[in-house]
Structures are given as C-alpha cells and as structure tokens.
C-alpha cells in the first residue's frame, strides 16, 4: 500500500502542476502591469483630461492613460461616474463583473464531495472483506482447537 500511496500522491501533485500552469497561462490579460490608484485620483485624472479610455467591470475600473500607461482602481457605489468621465471625452467600455473563482477550484469543490464518499464507500467495503483483525473484522474466531 505504501507504493500505491506514492503513485497516487505523485499523480496528484503532477494533475494539481498541470492546473497550475494552465490558470497562469489561461487568462494573462488580468495581472497587468499597470498601477493602483485611488478614486479621487481617478476622478482628478478625468477632469485633468488625462485619462483617455475606461473598462468599468462591477466596481473595478482600468484604463489607459493619455500617455500610454495603464490603470486600476475600484469605485463605490457611484451614479454620476459614468456622466463624469463622458463629459470629458473618456471612451468607456462596460463589461459584465466578472467571477474570481478559477475554474478548477469550482469543479473541485462539486466534485471532492462525491469523490470522498466514493473513497468512503471503498475503503469500507475493503476492510469488510478482509476478515477479524482489522476495522469492521468482527465475527471470525481465531480459536484453535486443540
């Protein structure tokens, strides 16, 4: 049993790698390399005209700046933002918010239920049929006669 574990600790830390590698690679776009700033310098950057576009995703916002670089920061709950950035010529973009939970950690979390009762299941069943001595290995006499 002890090389069975290895074998399948080694599967696991190859398979848990390989989803690794694919979330780093999967979706570049979202680790710019672009600077956090505050909302009131947001809002003064817009009225300065420096800002020259917007993605607005929920309450996170990034854009570009007039000279090149890029942006993010996160607004409150304001109205008026988007009236503000149009009436100094800000090109805004509006996407739905997106989730953070990779993908992986979402089918991990419906599948390691099921697959923990499965382990269960067999794991119980095994030792049902190994006779006494062991969890469940009641009901077998080990008595000799002599």
Do not use: C
Request: no cysteine; glycine share 10%.
């Amino acid at each position: 049993m002890n090389s069975n574990f290895r074998n399948f600790a080694l599967w696991v830390v190859i398979f848990l790698l390989v989803l690794a590698l694919v979330t780093l690679f999967q979706s570049p776009g979202h680790r710019g390399g672009g600077s956090d700033i505050a909302y009131s310098q947001l809002l003064n950057d817009a009225d300065a005209g420096r800002i020259s576009n917007v993605i607005i995703s929920g309450p996170e916002i990034s854009g570009t700046y007039t000279d090149g670089r890029t942006f993010s920061s996160y607004a409150p709950n304001d109205p008026t933002l988007v009236s503000k950035l149009q009436q100094k010529g800000v090109q805004i973009t509006a996407r739905p918010q997106s989730d953070s939970t990779p993908w992986f950690i979402a089918v991990l979390m419906n599948i390691l239920p099921i697959a923990l009762f499965i382990g269960a299941w067999v794991f119980l069943s095994r030792q049902m049929q190994n006779g006494a001595g062991r969890a469940m290995g009641f009901g077998k006499s080990k008595a000799k006669l002599l």
